[in-house]
């Protein structure tokens, strides 16, 4: 084969000469990379990189990605599962505010009733000290059924005065002075001609008077007090503002009502220790803080009700403010310049980060603002409970995939290192082993036969260029020449025709189920230029046929029948249609010495005809043919030209062989072609 057959190729199968003289450089290229160290007969050693086994990178690789899907799941889940406990703690802050609201409008909601009854009754008509006494039973009730009021008390126009407290607590009795059975306290003033009478008589549970004292002078005038003046102006119930109770030391408000005709308040106070209950009562974790404060920034509820009230100084109380509050994280979040309500809010304080709400609360009466601040540890310690147990999971998760990762990664590089190990060889030009990998893997498979078909084409080519070396080649030697062509071409079956004077003689006829009976084919007329294959012989040039059976019917030589017939032989069926390549040979002298067709059962060349680098590579292929088959049959000297056709041809017998041609294959085979008139 010439220097320029490396850049044509020819396309059997789809198979192109030209990338597979690429892959086979690519092949051994790849060979020498991926081999550490390969023996060659000539001692020479190729440079080598390092790289790393893909077994080593597979490996490397499944594990970093489990490693990485553990570490995102785990990282989502946290992410997930914070942002709702995130969201249910924010839930739970309405849901506190929501419960304080809805408290205090229970409590005001009964006492309000109460206050309106009340305002109504005779006791507001009452002017002294035993008429309102008389009514102390109901009073008492009252107080007994509704424990959030303190005191009752009625606030007449002339400035007289009648309140009954409650003394449920050591903390009254010490404060009012009463005796230690005692439980209610009635104050009473009287003003009669300029002068004030003021007693207060203690009762016990069954409301038996147990002591009565003389107050003394007194100064105090309910007409002037806010919340006389309040329900004056108002012609329903209507609520203070908190303020502090002096005399019991609480901070409260006063739910009154007047009577229209007679200018008389009826009042009731209540304290505010139930908003301080609820917050206790609705704590959403250990260390958070909650409290109410009003626009004055005095607080009237928090988690600690005792730390309310404060003393002033002059043994007189007030109500504590937001900046005297010791609690560091309240402190914090007072100090920053843009903290707003009605907002949630996350802050750091102390080293932790804390999450918060800030909301105002519309309650009968005036308006305060509910603080609820808390560690976010605390909140989203069940989120992070769930977390640690994500990422154990998840470590046991990896921990159980890297023996499976360890067995993935040897399942999938052990095809692949038999496969290197199957190429080796092909790095020393040692073509004779067959390349396999034994995987069930489409894309290794396809690599295997790639490089099994590298192998089988360049086997080919070798056996071609050993036959040249030779001086002279025997009958076997053409068989052993089909062979090659078969491996080259992918084709079905190889003829060889050998010219001799005046005529085509088959000599070879070989099949990829073994040789054929050369001598059921019948020898061509040199002068039959209407056979197709005398006409291409004599053309000189490569080219392509498509043999039908109504062609076979018309034709008399047989030839196209009997290669008809042999489509059945190789499994194909009853062969319709052939496609048949056929290539001039020639001697080293380029005289014309023989006929190579290649013919393929089923339809390997979807093109009728060949393009310029197909029929390039056939024609140097045809010498190399050519060069084989004159060391086999050297021309005589008187031998015609077959480039013209004779005078005087000898008419040839269909069934007339050379006997000089050695049969290359067993007659009795079974395998043997029928007659051309079996086709017929």
Not at 66 to 80: D, E, M, N, R
Not at 258 to 271: K, Q, R, Y
Not at 413 to 440: G, H, R
Request: aromatic share 8%.
């Amino acid at each position: 084969m010439n220097a320029t057959t490396g850049s044509l190729f020819i396309e059997f199968k789809g198979i192109s000469t030209k990338a597979f003289t690429q892959s086979v450089l690519g092949c051994r290229e790849s060979m020498v990379q991926l081999t550490a160290e390969l023996p060659s007969a000539a001692g020479i050693a190729f440079p080598l990189k390092t790289k790393l086994s893909i077994k080593l990178f597979l490996t490397i690789f499944l594990l970093t990605t489990v490693l990485a899907l553990g570490v995102i799941l785990g990282w989502f889940h946290h992410q997930k599962t914070s942002a709702i406990f995130l969201t249910s703690s924010q839930q739970l802050f309405e849901q506190v505010a929501e419960d304080v609201s809805n408290s205090f409008h229970a409590e005001y909601g009964s006492v309000s009733s109460t206050v309106r009854l009340l305002a109504m009754s005779p006791l507001t008509q009452d002017q002294n000290r035993a008429a309102r006494l008389s009514r102390l039973p109901v009073l008492v009730s009252v107080l007994e059924s509704q424990p959030e009021i303190v005191a009752l008390s009625v606030g007449y126009s002339d400035a007289e005065y009648f309140i009954v407290r409650s003394l449920n607590s050591s903390y009254m009795i010490k404060r009012f002075g009463a005796p230690e059975n005692a439980r209610y306290a009635v104050d009473n003033i009287e003003r009669t001609s300029g002068h004030t009478d003021f007693t207060r008589l203690y009762y016990d549970q069954q409301l038996n008077l147990l002591e009565e004292k003389q107050m003394g002078y007194t100064s105090y005038n309910p007409t002037v007090r806010p919340w006389y003046r309040l329900a004056v102006y108002n012609s329903d119930v209507t609520t203070t503002s908190p303020y502090l109770f002096y005399f019991i030391g609480k901070v409260g408000v006063t739910v009154v009502a007047d009577e229209p005709d007679s200018g008389n308040v009826f009042a009731a106070d209540i304290t505010l220790e139930s908003l301080s209950n609820t917050l206790i009562r609705n704590r959403v974790s250990p260390s958070s803080q909650m409290l109410l404060y009003t626009s004055d920034d005095e607080v009237i509820a928090s988690m600690d009700p005792d730390s309310i009230v404060v003393e002033s100084g002059d043994d007189s109380l007030t109500i504590i403010e937001l900046q005297q509050l010791d609690i560091p994280v309240v402190r914090d979040y007072f100090q920053q310049p843009n903290h707003t309500n009605n907002s949630h809010f996350f802050l750091d304080s102390g080293g932790s980060r804390w999450i918060g709400i800030n909301k105002p609360l519309s309650l009968v009466g005036f308006t305060a603002n509910l603080l609820i601040i808390a560690p976010e540890a605390e909140l989203l310690q069940e989120a992070y409970a769930i977390r640690n147990q994500s990422m154990i999971i998840t470590i046991v998760i990896i921990l159980l995939g890297i023996p499976l990762t360890f067995f993935a990664a040897k399942k999938l590089s052990q095809p692949l290192a038999s496969l290197v190990s199957s190429a080796k060889p092909l790095v020393n030009f040692d073509f004779s082993q067959p390349i396999s990998s034994n995987s069930n893997l489409g894309d290794i498979q396809q690599i295997e036969a790639s490089l099994e078909s590298t192998r089988k084409s360049t086997l080919g080519m070798s056996g071609i260029v050993s036959l040249l070396n030779r001086a002279n080649t025997g009958p076997n030697d053409l068989q052993t020449l089909a062979e090659h062509l078969l491996s080259l071409s992918a084709a079905e079956a190889v003829l060889l025709y050998t010219w001799h004077p005046h005529r085509l003689v088959p000599v070879c006829f070989f099949t990829r189920s073994g040789g054929k009976a050369h001598q059921k084919l019948p020898t061509l007329a040199g002068d039959d230029t209407s056979n197709k294959l005398i006409s291409a012989f004599m053309d000189n040039n490569s080219s392509t046929h498509l043999l039908h059976y109504h062609q076979a019917n018309a034709e008399k030589t047989g030839v196209h029948a009997a290669m008809l017939n042999q489509g059945q032989g190789q499994g194909q069926g009853q062969a319709q249609q052939i496609r048949l390549i056929t290539v001039t040979l020639s001697n080293p002298e380029g005289e014309k010495t023989g006929l190579l067709g290649l013919f393929f059962c089923h339809s390997a060349l979807d093109e009728e005809s060949l393009n310029q680098h197909q029929s390039t590579f056939l024609n140097s292929l045809g010498i190399c043919c050519g060069r084989v088959m004159a060391l086999q049959n050297p021309p005589a000297d008187n031998d015609p030209s077959p480039t013209q056709a004779p005078d005087t041809p000898d008419t040839p017998n269909s069934d007339t062989i050379d006997s000089s041609i050695p049969d290359t294959a067993d007659a009795s085979n079974p395998d043997t072609i029928d007659t051309p008139n079996k086709a017929v």
